[in-house]
């Protein structure tokens, strides 16, 4: 056979090498022609293509270029008077073709590295790669996201942002949830808060103005009481959302907190950030306010133990996109749409019911739901069960619907697993510090009275004329439950731990 290669190319170590890089080229070519002409594109395929087989190659090269250095090494061993440096001249044919054949070699190489580096860059930052890759370990926050108003919000502009620096610490920490994934050692569910997750100022605020929230915004919640007729109960809210700026108005309203001029700290005793004995508030003129829970005793020194936060928009939507809903809320939504018949007895429930038993697996929990509706229309409302066969089949089909969007089992996560910290119906939220019972050194208190985050539009039941005002009436719970819903928690029957 002719040798092209100048000898100290042919050792076994270089063509060992050679035959890696070889073959590892060429395959990632051919996945790469594959990938264009695929309708849909595979993630687990993205990942051989531009992470595992780009480090085959390398692996390749490096054997190469170790076998000629060592084939080197001997020879001068060999030889004390021998070059150090490999001769190549031109006018031999064999060096002029092996110097050409290393030199396109190693510039199509480079150019193919480049690109291929450029590809697993873009591709670690697409939403295929954060969502489906760890896909069990990611697929409760991944389904939850694409049911939320951010479904079109790239995972990385929240958890990553723009510029190098975090681009850099976010790789980091993902190669080491890489190997936690591979070897199994994730916690479950994902722990929050995310300790590193980029200041806000820097994520939502690229998008989302805070200067800019000023009106007032209607919700009208529907709601169906746990009785036979699954009596509704209809509430307005207005939410008083504005807050931001200064210059352009009014900055009362709830993102006061987040006016640029207004600093609120907080210090918390649980990595949860549930239990608040301590916050300060500081206006613009440098005067503080520090706010004691009178609930929560702690003597100075051992607060000074714990972290304290500056309030920004994760303290209070610390769940934009990734809501795992309480099946009251879910049911209730879906009950309003139409989509599960109300005048089904007791439907509402039976369906939360359903919902909250604690099943261990997917499909065990849809058949248990579609079973356990079924039997309870069959054993007490027997000529139900045949006459609105229809109905019934529709609303278990929307209640497996809430179960898919909002219940992982195989990750242990679910609505209870996970605080929400916007409201104060599910989870402490607001309350956590407006709880009535955080009072300044001057006696101000951050007040729990129902009109001042939201005034209360209206409450009716259905069959009832509407009380209503729009300078907000007085609350009544739905169900008698004495003065409890003014001096416990909401979230003490809401979600009972
Ligand atoms: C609108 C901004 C936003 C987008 C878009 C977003 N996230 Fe999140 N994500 C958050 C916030 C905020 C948290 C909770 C942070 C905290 O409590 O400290 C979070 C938490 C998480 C967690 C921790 C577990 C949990 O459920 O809290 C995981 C995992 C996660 N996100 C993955 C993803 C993936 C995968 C995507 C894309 C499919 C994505 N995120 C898109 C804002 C976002
Ligand atoms: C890339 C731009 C972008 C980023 C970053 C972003 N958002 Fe949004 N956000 C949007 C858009 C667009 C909507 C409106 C979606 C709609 O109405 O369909 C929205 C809607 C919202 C809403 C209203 C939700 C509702 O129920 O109507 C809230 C609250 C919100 N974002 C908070 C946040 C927070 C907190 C962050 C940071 C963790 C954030 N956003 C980051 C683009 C963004
Ligand atoms: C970490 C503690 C904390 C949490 C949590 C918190 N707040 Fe506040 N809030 C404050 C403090 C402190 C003030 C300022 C009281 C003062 O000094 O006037 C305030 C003031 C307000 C005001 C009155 C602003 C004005 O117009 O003067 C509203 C409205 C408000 N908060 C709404 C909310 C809502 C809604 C939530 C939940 C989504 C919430 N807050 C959660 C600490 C908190
Ligand atoms: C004190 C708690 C609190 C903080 C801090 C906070 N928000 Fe809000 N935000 C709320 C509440 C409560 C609402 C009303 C929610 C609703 O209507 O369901 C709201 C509504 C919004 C909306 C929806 C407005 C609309 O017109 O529908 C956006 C967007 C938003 N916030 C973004 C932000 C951003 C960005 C930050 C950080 C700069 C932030 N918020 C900080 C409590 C807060
Ligand atoms: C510190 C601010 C604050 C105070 C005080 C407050 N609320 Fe709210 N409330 C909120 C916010 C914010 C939401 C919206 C939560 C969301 O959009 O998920 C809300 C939502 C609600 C809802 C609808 C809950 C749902 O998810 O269907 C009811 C009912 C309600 N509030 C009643 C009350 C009553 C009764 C009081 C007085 C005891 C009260 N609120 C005091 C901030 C407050
Ligand atoms: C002493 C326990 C208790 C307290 C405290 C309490 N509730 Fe309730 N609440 C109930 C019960 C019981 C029901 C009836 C549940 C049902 O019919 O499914 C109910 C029903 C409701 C409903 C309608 C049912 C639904 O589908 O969600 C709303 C809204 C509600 N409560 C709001 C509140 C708010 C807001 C607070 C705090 C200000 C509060 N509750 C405090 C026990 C309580």
Known sequence: MKRIFPPSFYNLVTLIGAAVAGVSLALIAFLIILEM?????????????????????????????????????RERLGKPHGLHLPQIDLNNPHHRAAFTLFSIGTIALLAFSAFGSFKAYEYTDSDQFCGEICHKVMEPEYTAYQYSPHARVGCVQCHIGSGADWFVRAKISGSYQVYAVLFNKYPKPIPTPIENLRPAQQTCEQCHWPKHFFSEKKHVNTYYISDEQNTKWTLNLLMKIGGGNIEAGPTSGIHWHMNIAHEVSYAALDTQRQVIPWVRSKSPDGKETIYRSTDITISDDSLKKFLVRRMDCIDCHNRPTHIYHPPARSVNHIMSLGWIDSKLPNIKSISVNALENPYVSRQGALDSIKLSINEYYQQNYADIALSKKVKIDSAIAEVQKIYNRNYFPAMKVNWKNFNDNLGHLYYLGCFRCHDGKHISNEG??????????????????????PQLSLNGIDYKHPVDVGDAWKETNCSDCHNPK
């Open 444 to 465: 101000k208190v951050l007040s729990k009275d129902c009109n001042v985050c939201h005034t209360i539009l209206s409450q009716q039941f259905e069959q009832d004329t």
């Open 37 to 73: 002409f695929a309708t849909q594109s595979k993630p687990y395929m993205g990942i051989l293509t531009f992470v595992i087989l780009p480090m085959v190659l390398f692996v390749g090269i490096i054997l190469i270029a170790f076998g000629i250095i060592r084939e080197h090494r």
